[in-house]
């Protein structure tokens, strides 16, 4: 049997840990939005997530629209103009 100074020990010393590790959780989250410029955008077609940097764009009412394939933008298109 532990005594109860030690568990108290313990308990600080995971909530330490763990507080530790949610901040640097949340700083390697920032700087690799800072480090990593690529944006991710949703398909609106097949629902994939396609890098921002993709040639198959289309802009709509102020909005770019990214997609996977030309065949993606196509169906797009074609259902915008519906
Ligand atoms: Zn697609």
């Known amino acids: 049997m532990l005594p109860k100074i030690a568990l108290i020990i313990i308990i600080i010393a995971m909530v330490v840990i763990l507080f530790r590790k949610s901040d640097s959780i949340g700083k390697s989250k920032k700087s690799s939005s800072d480090n990593n410029a690529v944006e991710m955008k949703k398909d609106p077609i097949c629902g994939l997530y396609v890098e921002d940097t993709t040639s198959h ?23 915008k103009k519906k």
């Open 57 to 79: 764009k289309v802009k709509l009412e102020d909005e770019v629209y990214s997609f996977c394939s030309k065949k993606c933008k196509d169906e797009f298109i074609t259902s």
